[in-house]
């Protein structure tokens, strides 16, 4: 990925995020299957970490974001929203399949 801009899981592999920061926004986007533009309530975590380490691109340290768009997924992050509780967490995330069957398993694991 050579901009870093947000961070894109691969189904069926485990990434470990840590987040510093987040908001709640609804944005446009198109339909895929009419074509039609509709709202989308998104949650965008602002990720430090990936994998434990630090994330650099030549050289700078970039904070790309993550965006949760499933509302089964948000759920699994909720009890952690309330003054960033996250910040004391890394998240073990891993997608399972695609598009609208796609699914999230949301390991939090309580930082030392």
Known sequence: MVLMNY??????????LHFIDHRLYVH??????????KLLQALE?????????PI????????PTYGVTSQNQANQFAGY?????????????????????????VEPIPLG
């Open 28 to 37: 446009t986007v198109t339909d895929t299957r009419t074509g039609n533009p």
């Open 81 to 105: 929203l309330p003054d960033k509780r996250y910040t004391s967490y890394d998240f073990l995330i891993t997608p399972r399949g695609e598009g609208d069957l796609r699914k999230y398993t």
């Open 56 to 63: 650099m691109v030549g050289g700078v340290r970039v904070y």
């Open 45 to 53: 975590f602002v990720v430090d970490a990936l994998n434990g380490q």
């Open 7 to 16: 961070i894109k899981l691969q189904a069926g592999a485990t990434t470990r």
